[in-house]
């Protein structure tokens, strides 16, 4: 009978390895998880994983930015009713660097309710505020798009399924958890925890 027990026992860890499973085995988030979960939980994540992050959005907002399928991309442009995939931008590209291009544009935040961009400095986004973040990488995307707008406000998006959408009506929505990803990429970010 304690034959037939080490057996099974060794079938099973042999049948769960083959499958690429494992006890310590955990598996990295995705972008859309990462998106579409609250901004806090990205908050202490590793560096590199947030990069990984990053570099998808930048990957996908190149392919998406070219094909047929624009409903899908983390970066939209929102016009007559229609998402369109904002333009690609390279994974090198530091979106907390926002260009120096003349004539700035005024940015506006919510300062109500989940409107409101926290004011709290935060170690993941390298010592800023979300709101800081926000203006630097609302700056950058909107620069990177072409978009030359007199005022836009700049509506946090928490849980969204896209790291920013701009509408016609001259609104950015950003959700929060990009903020993470970006400040990673940056190289500005300082993480002293692993996500489990």
Partial sequence: MRGIGIVTVL?????????????????????????????????????????????????????????????????????????LAAPGFDPHTDLLQPPDAGQPLQLTFGDRGEDRWPEDRRPGLGGLSEREAAEQVARSLLSL?????????????????????????????????????????SGIASHTAEVQ
């Fill in 11 to 83: 079938g099973s860890a042999a049948l769960l390895a083959a499958c690429g499973g494992g006890p310590s085995q955990s598996r990295a988030p995705t972008l859309r998880w990462a998106l579409t979960n609250d901004a806090e939980k990205l908050e202490f994540a590793s560096q590199p994983l947030l990069i990984d992050l990053f570099n998808e959005a930048s990957r996908i907002s190149r392919v998406e930015a070219g094909s047929g399928q624009k409903h899908t991309a983390p970066f939209l442009i929102i016009q007559d009713g229609r998402s």
């Fill in 145 to 185: 798009w072409g978009i030359q707008s007199g005022s836009v406000q700049v509506v946090r998006a928490p849980n969204a399924s896209f790291a920013a959408a701009y509408t016609e009506d001259d609104r950015l929505r950003l959700n929060p958890a990009f903020l993470y990803m970006a400040a990673a990429a």
